[in-house]
């Protein structure tokens, strides 16, 4: 493929040195930021990340800041999600979602203070929305993005990195908590947070100066550990049934569809711009919802648009992400599936750019 082209739009992060340095091959971008795809290749990542720890630039991963009396209302006019039960010191997935209840982003929310919360949001616009609804609503909030770039540490030896880096403290934190911690000098939020099935964490950078500083304590603290630098993986996020938004779903959708109908608290979640449309889908169901599918025959090319789901000749939905396994052996895959044929055995053809495959609907993904 053609090489992006360098260009202020297209920004850099604090530790685009280190990733740099680290051999990246590959970069896509998100939220205008450059976002590693491919250090050693796809496979060979994905083995990696299963077996030891590694090191992720999550910088694109933005921050809509709230801060201000009225930001824990507007957080909650954002999401259908139930947030009144939520302390500082937590982090909740959240869907948020549009006047139709099509979603517009699914960040996750860190509540810092009462009066002040981060959303780490997925890749659109998202800050634009949450002007407009602050500024109609004439609410008493501050809204921006801060300087704050996420640095993740993931895969199965992440605790004990973590812990010569910041103490054994860090392990205590419990799942979608965040704990502050101190680095040369400066107080960071750490969540037990990430994109991947194989745990670890989410630093929360808020100064520049300590960026490359902290990359590099990180590889020295974790040599003996076969610490790399990673980035989130095609093969590994499939298995897991972790959605990406602008691929595997969009404001066409709704939390329902997705399979995020859990983090939808209609009764209860008063405020919600789009609690009403969703209230009737709640009551209805949905009519399509994103399934797990594994696709026959040798590795499927990139699937860098959706491949129609057919059955009896008739299309039944999309596919819209797929990778081959090697440790299932098969092509995994994430698409969105007509109740008619969703069913956990049904047997539907799927239209890839290079022919048909067999493929079979699955009962649950695969981590």
Known sequence: MALISPSRRVRRTMFSDGVEAAGVKAYTVYNRMLLPTVFESVQEDY??????????????????ELRGPD?????????????RGMLPGRCFYVPIVDETGGMLNDPVAVKLAEDRWWISIADSDLMLWVKGIANGYRLDVLIDEPDVSPLAVQGPKADALMARVFGDAVRDIRFFRFGMFDFQGRSLAVARSGYSKQGGFEIYVDDTRIGMPLWNALFEAGRDLDVRAGCPNLIERIEGGLLSYGND?????TPHECGLGRFCDTQTAIGCIGRDALLRVAKEGPTKQVRALALEGGPV??????????????RIGQVTSAAYSPDFKTNVAIGMVRMTHWDSGTQVQVRTTDGVRDAVVREGFWL
């Open 47 to 64: 083995h990696h990340l299963k077996e030891a720890v590694q090191v992720w630039d999550v910088a694109c991963e933005r921050q809509v």
């Open 71 to 83: 930001a824990a209302r507007l957080m909650q006019m954002l999401t259908p999600r139930d947030l």
């Open 249 to 253: 779903m969009t404001d066409d959708n």
């Open 301 to 314: 090319p990139p699937c860098d648009r959706a491949w129609d789901i057919e059955a009896n000749g008739k």
